[in-house]
Nanobody, 127 residues
Framework: QVQLVESGGGLVQAGGSLRLSCVAS????????VGWFRQTPGKERAFVST????????DYAESVKGRFTISRDNAKNTVYLQMSSLTPEDTAVYYC????????????????????WGQGTQVTVSS
């Protein structure tokens, strides 16, 4: 079983930056694709970014391209989401998710494709 714990959320002014971390325990992270999603009240959880198990492939939602960067350090069982040029529209609870991919270097965009989730971390961007 993989346990995921997000951290790094908080309150930041528009234009500022935050770095979220997702730390895995219980099993090695190195064979898992990881995704970041975000959710606001009354809305479905939305895709933000994803990265392959080795870190060589990644993708982003259009709304965050050029502002967010996903990366991972498998030696530390950690995936990061560096967020810059934040706007109030980025305010949400951010979740990381993982899916074991021992036979592929793929990544995934949909919530149903992931089977491990963290508890979320709140990001609030003030105007």
């Amino acid at each position: 079983q993989v346990q995921l714990v997000e951290s790094g959320g908080g309150l930041v002014q528009a234009g500022g930056s935050l770095r979220l971390s997702c730390v895995a325990s219980g099993r090695s992270f190195s064979n898992a694709a990881v995704g970041w999603f975000r959710q606001t009240p009354g809305k479905e959880r939305a895709f933000v970014s994803t990265i392959s198990r080795g870190g060589g492939r990644s993708d982003y939602a259009e709304s965050v391209k050029g502002r967010f960067t996903i990366s991972r350090d498998n030696a530390k069982n950690t995936v990061y989401l560096q967020m810059s040029s934040l706007t109030p529209e980025d305010t949400a609870v951010y979740y990381c998710a993982a899916r074991e991919t021992p036979y592929s270097d793929g990544y995934y965009y949909d919530t149903f494709q992931y089977n491990h989730w963290g508890q979320g971390t709140q990001v609030t961007v003030s105007s």
